[in-house]
């Protein structure tokens, strides 16, 4: 599976943006897909997953209320819209592919990554 993020930029404080990951091949149904971001210095952390079916979600405390993650496994899409963004919210976000049905937060249990794309999210 081949991932591309994109959809980042620059956004003030309160804004929104909706990122997109696209993926290739024809499993894309298989796998659980989830939503990391990492700051500069920082370790990649836990932002959103979704399951195979798109029947379950699971977010990171810092993002829940905010954040929404989707499917569509017609396109072999997965987007996170992002609203009230804050500062805190800067970092590049990076689509994960899990061949396992299961959503789990934990960056190294991913398959695949896309390239990132930066959110930078201005006071």
């Known amino acids: 599976v081949q991932l591309q993020a994109s959809g980042g930029g620059l956004v003030q404080a309160g804004g929104s943006l909706r990122l997109s990951c696209a993926a290739s091949g024809r499993t894309f149904n298989t796998y659980a897909m989830g939503w990391f971001r990492q700051a500069a210095g920082k370790e990649r952390e836990f932002v959103a997953a979704?399951?195979?079916?798109?029947?379950?979600?699971y977010y990171a405390d810092s993002v829940k209320g905010r954040f929404t993650i989707s499917r569509e496994n017609a396109k072999n899409m997965v987007y996170l819209q992002m609203n009230s963004l804050k500062p805190e919210d800067s970092a590049v976000y990076y689509c994960?592919?899990?061949?396992?049905?299961?959503?789990?937060?934990?960056?190294?249990?991913?398959?695949?990554w896309g390239q990132g794309t930066q959110v930078t999210v201005s006071s």
């Open positions: 994960g592919a899990r061949s396992r049905a299961a959503m789990v937060a934990v960056p190294s249990s991913y398959d695949y």
């Open positions: 979704i399951s195979t079916s798109a029947f379950s979600t």
